[in-house]
Structure formats: structure tokens, C-alpha cells
């Protein structure tokens, strides 16, 4: 076994057994799971009361409109969780596992010479530092870098795929230029600004 082997033996680190473990909702009886009532408000002021444990937010259940918070409550409805936990945990846990097994691969995957490669890794990785951070998990659960870390390994993926496969390299390329000016003249809505500017270091 040579170093490099060695290295990426070292670095691949398995994820928890259970994708749900990523996501642990608080514990209620099935008494307060009845007692609960919310307010949801739609885009146009409209007030909607009900229970979060056991329905959809009516101000987005059965349309395609861009959400201010979750279809299904999710600390609370059992589809909420599902997404919290089993998806957005099988998400993480997909994600880290090809990150790590790439190293496996080659050890020095996420290095690059080709000067197109690195100015996007620095741009993207620049970007997702200033704009994912999230000051809610920070203060909720003492890690506000989980979007970051998600998405710069999602970026060391497609990177790596970019370098080691030339079908994918210039294909994404020509993608990333086409959704630049597919989205150049797209402004935020008040509650997006409001978001951005919340959840910001």
C-alpha cells in the first residue's frame, strides 16, 4: 500500500448508521400533539389557524408557490420529519459518503491545475462561506456550518467530476454560463431579503 492509500484510508470516515440521526425532533405526547395550533399567514395577509401535528400548512398545501416555511411542520407532523430527517439526512449521508469515497479514489481529487477549475472553486467556496452560513442552527444547535460544509462538498463533487471526466468539464461549464444569464436580472422578494439578512453572521 502506498502513502496516497494510506492518506485516503485514513480521511474516508463512515456516517451514521440512520439518516435520521441528522435531524431529533422534540418528544410530545399525544395530548399536546392535540393541543397544538398555529398561525400561517399566505402572501396576501390571509391568517389561517391549525394543528401542526396533524395537517398541512393551508397557506401552501395543494399549490406550487414558493414557500415562507414547510408544507408539514417539521418538529412536529410526521411528513415534516421525514423530510428533516430521512431525506435531508439520506441527502447529507449520500453526499458525504461520495465525498469521502472520491478520496478513496485519489487522494488528491480535490486538487486542481487548471486554471478554470481553481477560479471557480475559490468563487464558489468564497460564496458559500458569505451566504450559507446560518445564524438560527448556530444559536439552535451549535453548528451553523452544516449548509456550508454540505455544499462545498457537493462543489468538491462536481469539480472533481469536471477534472477526471472531460464530458462533464466543458458541458458544465456552458450550464453554469447559461443559468448566469437565466438569473442575472432576478431580484429577491422582501421576505427573502428578510431571511438572507436573518440567518447572516
Known amino acids: 500500500m502506498i502513502i496516497s492509500d494510506i492518506i485516503a484510508f485514513l ?3 463512515p456516517e451514521p448508521e440512520s439518516p435520521t440521526e441528522y435531524w431529533n425532533p422534540a418528544e410530545l405526547s399525544e395530548d399536546e ?3 397544538l395550533c398555529s398561525l400561517s399567514f399566505d402572501e396576501k395577509g390571509n391568517a389561517y389557524g391549525y394543528n401542526p401535528a396533524k395537517m398541512a400548512n393551508p397557506a401552501w398545501k395543494g399549490n406550487a408557490k414558493s414557500r415562507i416555511g414547510f408544507t408539514f411542520d417539521p418538529y412536529y407532523h410526521p411528513l415534516g420529519k421525514f423530510l428533516q430527517g430521512t431525506i435531508k439526512g439520506s441527502l ?3 453526499v458525504n459518503f461520495v465525498h469521502s469515497g472520491i478520496l478513496r479514489y485519489d487522494s488528491n481529487a480535490y486538487q486542481y491545475e487548471d486554471t478554470r477549475l481553481i477560479e471557480l472553486h475559490n468563487v464558489i467556496s468564497e460564496s458559500i462561506e458569505e451566504l450559507f452560513y446560518d445564524e438560527l442552527e448556530a444559536r439552535s444547535w451549535n453548528d451553523g456550518r ?3 460544509e454540505l455544499l462545498k462538498k457537493s462543489c468538491d463533487i462536481a469539480l472533481f467530476l469536471m477534472k477526471e471526466d472531460i464530458a462533464y468539464r466543458w458541458r458544465f461549464m456552458l450550464l453554469m454560463q447559461r443559468v448566469g444569464r437565466a ?3 432576478f431580484e429577491p422578494t422582501p421576505e427573502e431579503k428578510a431571511n438572507l439578512k436573518a440567518l447572516r453572521k
Open 183 to 185: 438569473v442575472e436580472h
Open 11 to 13: 480521511r474516508f470516515k
Open 146 to 148: 452544516r449548509k456550508i
Open 92 to 94: 447529507m449521508k449520500c
Open 33 to 35: 400533539h392535540r393541543k
